[in-house]
Nanobody, 118 residues
Framework: QVQLVESGGGLLQAGGSLRLSCAASGRTFSSYTMGWFRQAPGKEREVVARIEWSGAPYYADSVKGRFTISRDNAKNTVYLQLNSLEPEDTATYYC????????????WGQGTQVTVSS
């Protein structure tokens, strides 16, 4: 069982930066692929970025060059650095985990709100 707790959301102006953190419980964090998703009001949840258990990162086209995902296995934490924020980035951001090569995301955090004003 893995428990995920996000933090770092907030309200800021367009062009600003923010770092989200997701702390995971458990002793096998390094064996999990970690992802960040977001859901805006009235829209479906979408993947923003993921970082494989191997460390390889992947990004949605909409955030490439602006967001950076990273992980610290010693701290059981995954981060999402959000730069050059746009009002369209306003959403609830969720952290998720799946074991190595599994296709389904098994564990989810409660979400943290990011609001970007123009």
């Amino acid at each position: 069982q893995v428990q995920l707790v996000e933090s770092g959301g907030g309200l800021l102006q367009a062009g600003g930066s923010l770092r989200l953190s997701c702390a995971a419980s458990g002793r096998t964090f390094s064996s999990y692929t970690m992802g960040w998703f977001r859901q805006a009001p009235g829209k479906e949840r979408e993947v923003v970025a993921r970082i494989e258990w191997s460390g390889a990162p992947y990004y949605a086209d909409s955030v490439k060059g602006r967001f950076t995902i990273s992980r610290d296995n010693a701290k059981n934490t995954v981060y999402l650095q959000l730069n050059s924020l746009e009002p369209e980035d306003t959403a609830t951001y969720y952290c998720a985990a799946r074991y190595k090569y599994k296709s389904s995301w098994d564990y989810w955090g409660q979400g943290t709100q990011v609001t970007v004003s123009s």
